[in-house]
């Protein structure tokens, strides 16, 4: 089925087809010549590098002075690099968008893509005291290393900036200088490929001598020129000073083809084009003055007239070709775009294609078109949205993603996700692709670098707006682009409320998440920015992140605020140990003083570690109260209360606290009295320490009645205490006779059980027995029962005919088993029964 749609730029190299995609074409200023300009590019899409070429005669416009000029892929200037550092042996691109420049003194610089330097280091040892004669940049595992060629013939290697140079092993038979030399990478080993002569050497680390490997071509030649591999390393291409073209694997084990070119001028460059499907490839390009060829493992060929000069960049899909006048990429011809687009193609994706246009058109034709493919529907449908990740143009990618809508409504349950997946990114590779973004991706490209580095590249490019919008719409955070944003406009707008309003402005949208205006407020610290940072750390809400910047900015009042408003303890608590350190004491006290919570804490952390420091704190507040609480507290520890009790009783006075100073005079009078007995001829058990109830208790036990009740008055001792101390310690002694006088001596304050009571504990009856009948006439029986006085209790409880108290006597004396009283209480009850 024919049909002629989007196949102008496709050519056949047998047996496959290759096409040339049309990129957005340059516009370099007026003054780039690239003719008499050495340009290296970042692959990946990335900027390009421009300095005049040293070797050629160029006609000088303006300064004469050497500047690496640096641009997108548009042509548009990013910035450039005043060169004063020596002589530029090589230029070439890191893996992050690096500009790496080698020196003839092994020395290497290293520029971010607007020329602002960001390192430089030294390859060191032996190279960097003989001269450099080449150089090279390579990726590896390892990350982006540097290559030199030494003009004594050696090759020293350093995988990265951070690793010690690697001296390769010298040339055998080293009379013969190289004519050309290559880097390859195995993972995150590298050795070199040198072409001397007809013969190729390997030199890796490790070896004492290089490995030679010789007789690659079968025709007669006289030296290799050129040795070139492919971006994956898994390729070799060897050129011929009689342009001989060799290709096969890189350890030269198997032999694609062996071509010859024809042409006997040098190439400019040779580059293997990737697959666009897989990690292979089967095609070189090579680059001469105005010409282009491409040939084939099968040594087939392709050649096209170009301007007079070019540069070729390798990529993983493809080489990409910048002119003066152009920027195309020569691809591999994907096999779904084929099966779609080829003349006479009937795969079924074709067939779906043709369905959908003819359905646009309201054709009839729709149908039939659609029965030829409807039992591969789901195949079509799935090489259709496959097809447009490899289109660059968006009318052909819409095309074909209509197709796909339209065959995926004959799948029945047809998951949707690919579809929309695809849809997503097609529109960020095309926003990518425009002029005013200049990174012109394929879909393979972007699979392989991730969202994640294309939204740094964008943000470290400053487009902010961009990368916004391409993380939500592939759903990724967006919190740290704005804070890149941020930073950039801390770092270029002067205004310090109007950066805090636009700040917020964009941070105050609920549905960013992530966001810390700590981040930000340390970016403007570091800037000398320091009212900005606080303004920001203003309008951050959680303390614990607030809390260290304004530490390290020395804003001791507000971080103790932020960390006591905040209410963590643990937080205030290591504020207050940070400021200690760096504050003196007396400012420290006054600053804490104003925030009650951090005080106290203060005061639990000083109480804990160090008194001195607390007692320091209480003198400055004149917090009386305290002052007197500590010197207690070190009295008592010391055991000096008696010497301290004025100090202590002093302090609470000036403290206003009265209850507490009485209570210090009472105690001192109390030490001082007990002092005074202990200090008596036969003054019995030393008193020193009781409470003013025990002392009183040990008096009477003496018999120094006097004494306790002169206590007794001094110290207010309620009556009600005084009896019962001294009807204790008169049972206790089995006085009873004083015990009977002191309960004759006025009316009891106690009543008289308690009399009973500490007779019935020194089981004496007869004497409780006194005491019974001045007892309320409800307990009487109960004492009774207490004294174990049964007869008593059993009249008593007649006379109060109480049938209750009679019923449980009469249990209690069955026990005792009393024939007496059995009988005695036996006729009461009858009796009381009977009256009823």
């Known amino acids: 089925m024919p049909i002629m749609y989007n196949t102008g730029e496709w050519f056949k190299v047998r047996p496959d087809y290759y096409r040339k995609v049309e990129l957005a074409t340059p516009d370099w200023p007026i003054d780039i010549d690239l003719e008499y300009m050495q340009l290296?590019?970042?692959?990946?899409?990335?900027?390009?590098?421009?300095?005049?070429?040293?070797?050629?005669?160029?006609?000088?416009?303006?300064?004469?002075?050497?500047?690496?000029?640096?641009?997108?892929?548009?042509?548009?200037?990013?910035?450039?690099?005043?060169?004063?550092?020596?002589?530029?042996?090589?230029?070439g691109w890191s893996d992050t968008e690096e500009l790496i420049c080698v020196l003839e003194n092994a020395k290497v610089f290293v520029f971010d893509m607007f020329g602002n330097e960001k390192e430089s280091y030294s390859i060191g040892g032996e190279a960097s005291v003989i001269k450099i004669l080449e150089a090279k940049v390579f990726q590896s595992a390892a990350g982006t290393g540097v290559a030199v060629l030494t003009t004594s013939g050696r090759i020293f290697l350093k995988q990265n900036s951070n690793k010690s140079e690697r001296k390769l092993p010298d040339l055998p038979n080293s009379n013969v200088s190289c004519s050309c030399w290559e880097i390859i990478t195995e993972g995150r080993n590298s050795y070199c490929l040198l072409g001397r002569e007809r013969e190729v050497i390997k030199l890796m680390h490790g070896q004492t001598v290089g490995t030679i490997t010789a007789n690659l071509f079968e025709k007669p030649y006289d030296r290799i020129i050129k040795i070139s591999a492919s971006y994956n390393h898994q390729h070799l291409a060897l050129y011929t000073n009689t342009g001989l073209l060799w290709l096969g694997s890189v350890d030269m084990q198997q032999k694609y083809c062996e071509f010859d070119t024809g042409r006997k001028d040098k190439p400019l460059q040779i580059e293997w084009i990737m697959n666009t499907h897989n990690t292979d490839a089967d095609a070189v390009v090579i680059s001469y003055p105005s010409y282009l060829l491409i040939v084939n493992r099968n040594a087939d060929r392709s050649e096209f007239p170009y301007d007079p000069i070019m540069f070729l960049v390798a990529e993983m899909d493809g080489v990409r070709i910048i002119t003066q006048s152009s920027h195309e990429m020569i691809q591999r011809l994907p096999k779904c775009v084929e099966n779609i687009f080829a003349v006479n193609s009937q795969a079924p994706a074709s067939y779906l294609f043709e369905a959908q246009k003819k359905f646009e058109e309201k054709s009839y034709k729709s149908d039939e078109y659609l029965s030829?493919?409807?039992?591969?529907?789901?195949?079509?449908?799935?090489?259709?949205?496959?097809?447009?990740?490899?289109?660059?143009?968006?009318?052909?990618?819409?095309?074909?993603?209509?197709?796909?809508?339209?065959?995926?409504?004959?799948?029945?349950?047809?998951?949707?996700?690919?579809?929309?997946?695809?849809?997503?990114?097609?529109?960020?590779?095309?926003?990518?692709?425009?002029?005013?973004?200049?990174?012109?991706?394929?879909?393979?490209?972007?699979?392989?670098?991730?969202?994640?580095?294309?939204?740094?590249?964008?943000?470290?490019?400053?487009?902010?707006?961009?990368?916004?919008?391409?993380a939500k719409h592939l759903k990724l955070p967006e919190?740290?682009?704005?804070?890149?944003?941020?930073?950039?406009?801390?770092?270029?707008?002067?205004?310090?409320n109007e950066v805090a309003r636009k700040i917020t402005e964009k941070f105050k949208n609920p549905s960013i998440e992530g966001i810390s205006y700590c981040n930000i407020a340390e970016k403007a610290h570091?800037?000398?920015?320091?009212?900005?940072?606080?303004?920001?750390?203003?309008m951050e809400p959680r303390a614990s992140l607030q809390v260290p910047l304004l530490l390290k900015m020395e804003e001791f009042e507000r971080a103790v605020a932020s960390a006591t408003q905040s209410g963590d303890t643990e937080l205030v608590t290591s504020v207050l140990l940070e400021i200690k350190k760096k504050m003196m004491l007396s400012n420290f006290h006054m600053l804490i003083r104003n925030y009650p919570l951090a005080l106290n804490i203060y005061k639990k952390i000083m109480s804990e570690s160090s008194r001195t420091a607390?007692?320091?704190?209480?003198?400055?507040?004149?917090?009386?109260?305290?002052?007197?609480?500590?010197?207690?507290?070190?009295?008592?520890?010391?055991?000096?209360?008696?010497?301290?009790?004025?100090?202590?009783?002093?302090?609470?006075?000036?403290?206003?606290?009265?209850?507490?100073?009485?209570?210090?005079?009472?105690?001192?009078?109390?030490?001082?009295?007990?002092?005074?007995?202990?200090?008596?001829?036969?003054?019995?058990?030393?008193?020193?320490?009781?409470?003013?109830?025990?002392?009183?208790?040990?008096?009477?036990?003496?018999?120094?009645?006097?004494?306790?009740?002169?206590?007794?008055?001094?110290?207010?001792?309620?009556?009600?205490?005084?009896?019962?101390?001294?009807?204790?310690?008169?049972?206790?002694?089995?006085?009873?006779?004083?015990?009977?006088?002191?309960?004759?001596?006025?009316?009891?304050?106690?009543?008289?059980?308690?009399?009973?009571?500490?007779?019935?504990?020194?089981?004496?009856?007869?004497?409780?027995?006194?005491?019974?009948?001045?007892?309320?006439?409800q307990r009487k029986v109960h004492w009774y029962m207490r004294a174990n006085l049964y007869d008593e209790a059993i009249d008593c409880a007649f006379e109060q005919r109480d049938m209750h108290c009679l019923y449980e006597l009469q249990l209690k004396i069955r026990v005792l088993r009393d024939q007496g009283l059995i009988e005695k209480i036996g006729n009461a009850i009858a009796m009381l029964e009977a009256r009823r």
């Open 614 to 777: 607390l007692y320091d704190i209480y003198n400055t507040e004149d917090d009386h109260k305290s002052i007197a609480e500590y010197h207690f507290n070190n009295a008592i520890d010391s055991e000096g209360l008696e010497s301290n009790l004025s100090l202590i009783g002093n302090s609470y006075s000036q403290g206003r606290c009265t209850v507490e100073a009485e209570l210090c005079a009472d105690m001192a009078r109390l030490l001082k009295m007990q002092k005074t007995h202990a200090n008596k001829p036969n003054g019995g058990e030393s008193m020193s320490g009781l409470s003013i109830h025990d002392t009183m208790l040990q008096l009477l036990e003496r018999g120094e009645l006097k004494e306790a009740e002169k206590m007794k008055t001094d110290y207010k001792v309620p009556d009600r205490r005084f009896w019962w101390m001294r009807i204790l310690t008169l049972a206790k002694k089995h006085n009873w006779t004083e015990l009977e006088k002191f309960s004759k001596s006025k009316k009891s304050p106690i009543g008289y059980e308690p009399f009973v009571e500490v007779c019935v504990q020194q089981e004496n009856a007869k004497e409780a027995q006194k005491y019974i009948a001045r007892c309320p006439d």
């Open 372 to 470: 030829m493919c409807r039992s591969n529907i789901e195949l079509a449908v799935n090489e259709c949205i496959e097809a447009a990740t490899y289109e660059f143009c968006p009318e052909t990618q819409k095309s074909l993603m209509r197709t796909a809508y339209f065959g995926k409504g004959f799948i029945p349950s047809h998951n949707p996700e690919e579809y929309m997946h695809i849809l997503r990114i097609l529109r960020v590779l095309n926003t990518l692709r425009h002029e005013k973004i200049a990174i012109p991706l394929t879909y393979k490209q972007f699979s392989h670098l991730k969202p994640d580095v294309i939204l740094s590249r964008l943000v470290f490019r400053k487009h902010y707006g961009v990368a916004i919008q391409v």
């Open 479 to 496: 919190s740290w682009i704005l804070e890149h944003w941020a930073f950039h406009k801390i770092m270029h707008d002067p205004n310090d």
């Open 526 to 538: 570091q800037s000398g920015r320091d009212k900005l940072a606080i303004i920001l750390l203003e």
């Open 40 to 91: 290296v590019a970042a692959p990946y899409g990335g900027p390009l590098a421009v300095i005049r070429d040293a070797v050629q005669l160029v006609p000088v416009q303006g300064s004469s002075r050497s500047m690496i000029r640096i641009f997108d892929t548009t042509g548009n200037e990013t910035g450039h690099i005043l060169w004063n550092h020596g002589k530029l042996i090589s230029m």
